[in-house]
């Protein structure tokens, strides 16, 4: 069933395009319910609040984890999913975004998309009658970075106060990661190349007193909670393939760079990765790294997402 003006039972359409675009206490409502609802998946208890209720995922990029994991989340709510490579429709021909929105979104209740440009999401949620969600653009994955926090919380506690090492590309995922600091307090320690650094504009905070930009990879790991890392090339920079692998050659989180981290530090990776160029195979197959789980916990917390989008927040 689809709305046909701009709300959901729970009121007013809302999106979410950037990290920004829940508060922290809805964060915070998140973590719980996606921890709820990954006991009832544990438990196989039958829960179907979004029985009828259809996703539409747009795919412009590759991608294995959230494609699965928007499907799987969707059928284990009770409603159902809709696969499009954009490659396959009128969009890749040129059809403008606004228009596919209107469409669309008069047919189903929420929208899921992957593309390069965040303005292209942003025509397309401002012309949607249902939710759209980000599922990674060349300047955000909220999803992923949303799963991380739930990850790191399930696994030590509160993030507030801690201190998380991004070592790498100043990519899609580290701007999210700054953006999150912000909202859910503690810093976002960034060791980068000179040349491949944060850039502040492309920030939705108002202050970065939450952020640290230390240069060398190895300082940037001292007394971490949390090193974090991703692909040296992203999806859509593949040509800059080769001079990255020379920019970024001694920025590796290498088993000496965890050591120096805190002993009960834990390593993430959103995945895929690239063993023996941003990530040593002793790091990420090591015991501090909960990759398996973070890739697991996208089902969880989208879920939790999608539920929250389509009926607002729910008794416990
Ligand atoms: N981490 C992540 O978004 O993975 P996919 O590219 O496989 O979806
Ligand atoms: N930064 C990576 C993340 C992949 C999930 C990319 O955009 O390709």
């Not at 240069?215 to 800059?240: I, Q, R």
């Not at 590796?252 to 993430?268: D, H, I, K, Q």
Request: charged share 25%; glycine share 4%; aromatic share 8%.
């Amino acid at each position: 069933m689809s709305c046909d003006i701009s709300t959901t039972k729970s009121g007013p359409v809302r999106h979410y395009l950037q990290f920004n675009d829940l508060s922290r206490d809805e964060c915070l409502y998140l973590f719980e319910r996606a921890r709820v609802l990954k006991q009832k998946f544990k438990h196989y208890e039958t829960y179907h609040p979004l029985h009828d209720r259809t996703l539409v995922l747009i795919f412009e990029k590759s991608s294995t984890r959230t494609r699965l994991s928007f499907e799987a989340g969707i059928y284990q709510l009770g409603g159902h999913a809709v696969y499009m490579n954009m490659r396959d429709t009128q969009l890749g021909r040129g059809e403008p975004a606004e228009d596919t929105a209107r469409i669309i979104s008069r047919m189903v209740d929420l929208i899921m998309i992957r593309t390069f440009e965040q303005s292209m999401l942003q025509r397309f949620a401002m012309h949607s009658r249902v939710p759209v969600i980000n599922g990674l653009t060349n300047e955000a994955h909220p999803c992923q970075v949303l799963t991380d926090i739930f990850t790191y919380i399930e696994q030590r506690g509160p993030i507030q106060g801690k201190v998380v090492t991004w070592i790498g590309d100043a990519n899609n995922m580290a701007h999210t990661w700054a953006d999150a600091a912000q909202q859910l307090g503690f810093t976002l320690r960034v060791s980068t190349p000179p040349e491949y650094r944060l850039e502040r504009a492309r920030l939705n905070i108002s202050r970065t007193d939450c952020i640290e930009e230390i240069e060398d990879p190895s300082a940037a790991c001292a007394d971490a909670d949390l090193v974090t890392t991703d692909v040296w090339t992203s999806m859509g920079f593949e040509a800059e393939n080769e001079v990255r692998k020379q920019a970024f050659a001694h920025w590796t989180v290498t088993p000496e760079r965890m050591a120096r981290a805190r002993p009960n530090a834990l390593f993430m990776h959103c995945l895929p990765a690239h063993r023996g160029e941003e990530v040593s195979a002793k790091v990420i197959d090591g015991p501090q790294s909960v990759v398996w789980e973070e890739a697991e916990n996208r089902l969880h917390v989208q879920k939790a997402l999608m539920e929250f989008l389509l009926l607002g927040r729910m008794a416990s």
